[in-house]
């Protein structure tokens, strides 16, 4: 009984602080604006990295920008549906949110499409997953029912199995894209001395390897480990300087093994040699495709070739990640034709 009590007051709690923010945004005007919905305040850095590329991309419309963390428009949505007009382009962001994996997210973005079916909708470069099973199968039929109903919406993936799975699904949709995880429009560079490798792996429900495997491999060897996911939240207004921090870390190291996306990702952007291997859904590999001409970015399919490409990659040697501006273009082109 205690605890109810105390979870009802958190969340009243939680939705006046949410109500105060979105209030400091949110604005009644006819003109056109931009309603970035699904920005992170949990402590995943990939997914703030993600909302810092998205905002990014968006300015170039020269278009107001209104941002709502996800956790926010859930708790305070009526608010949000008062200031949202007609002529306002809803942009949700990207990730790997889609599917059975993560419900909170997904019903998020359900929530979203519903309550806004006459307004352009864009669903930026996603993983669509759901797995083979009953829960799976039931919400992908959830899924659908609700993109079927929207008059106007664009979806993006961001691996060919996603594009084919919203291919073979939603048929009725404006438009659907195949395109690169927006991280990938960004690049940084900043020279340090680098030493040792950098270990990033997961430790959640998209664990799909055995850590202590690696451990074993790299036994004897200068090891640093780290992660990409705080376990405190990260507000809007110091996500960038989170994001960059993580980014040192990366710019710091020989060599970074990771089964986490973000992680090949960040090693990329920052032209830190990198073996990365697959998570659950698939999205590692899937996303590689677009790293894959990279000539320090490595993908292997088991444990047991980490070891072979441990002796094969030339740390001497400096690389450069020059693939974001061709990145940026692809995606700005597309949504230039929907905004």
Not at 146 to 162: G, W
Not at 204 to 220: S, V, Y
Not at 282 to 305: H, N, P
Not at 314 to 332: P, Q, R, V
Request: include cysteine; charged fraction near 30%.
């Amino acid at each position: 009984m205690v605890k109810k009590i105390a979870k009802k007051i958190q969340k009243a709690i939680k939705i006046i602080i949410s109500k105060r923010e979105l209030k400091k945004t949110l604005v009644h005007s006819d003109e056109k604006k931009i309603i970035y919905i699904g920005s992170p305040l949990h402590g995943n850095i990939g997914d703030h990295a993600i909302s810092i590329a998205i905002v990014d991309i968006l300015k170039s419309f020269q278009l107001p920008i209104i941002e709502i963390p996800g956790e926010r428009y859930m708790l305070a949505k009526k608010l949000v549906l008062n200031y949202v007009h007609l002529s306002d382009i809803i942009v949700i962001t990207g990730g790997g949110l889609i599917g059975n994996l993560w419900m909170n997210e997904e019903e998020m973005i359900k929530d979203v499409i519903n309550n806004f079916n006459d307004n352009k909708i864009i669903i930026m470069p996603q993983t669509y997953y759901f797995d083979d099973n009953e829960e799976g199968n039931k919400e992908l039929k959830s899924l659908k029912e609700t993109i079927d109903k929207h008059k106007n919406i664009y979806l993006c993936s961001r691996e060919e199995k996603s594009y084919k799975i919203c291919k073979k699904n939603f048929k009725k949709v404006k438009g659907n894209y195949l395109l690169p995880d927006v991280v990938l429009t960004l690049k940084r560079h900043k020279k340090y001395i680098r030493d040792g490798i950098l270990v990033i792996l997961r430790a959640d429900k998209e664990k799909h390897i055995n850590g202590e495997k690696i451990n074993e491999l790299l036994d004897n060897k200068n090891v640093r480990m780290t992660t990409t996911v705080l376990n405190k939240g990260i507000s809007l207004k110091k996500r960038d300087r989170i994001f960059n921090n993580k980014l040192e870390e990366f710019m710091k190291a020989e060599l970074v093994i990771t089964d986490r996306l973000h992680g090949m990702i960040f090693a990329a952007i920052t032209s830190t040699p990198c073996i990365a291997l697959d998570n659950k859904s698939k999205k590692v590999s899937g996303v590689y495709k677009w790293l894959e001409k990279l000539d320090y970015i490595f993908f292997c399919k088991s444990i047991e070739e980490v070891d072979s490409y441990l002796k094969k990659i030339d740390l001497n040697k400096t690389y450069k990640y020059n693939l974001n501006t061709k990145y940026k273009e692809m995606i700005t082109k597309i949504l230039k034709k929907i905004i």
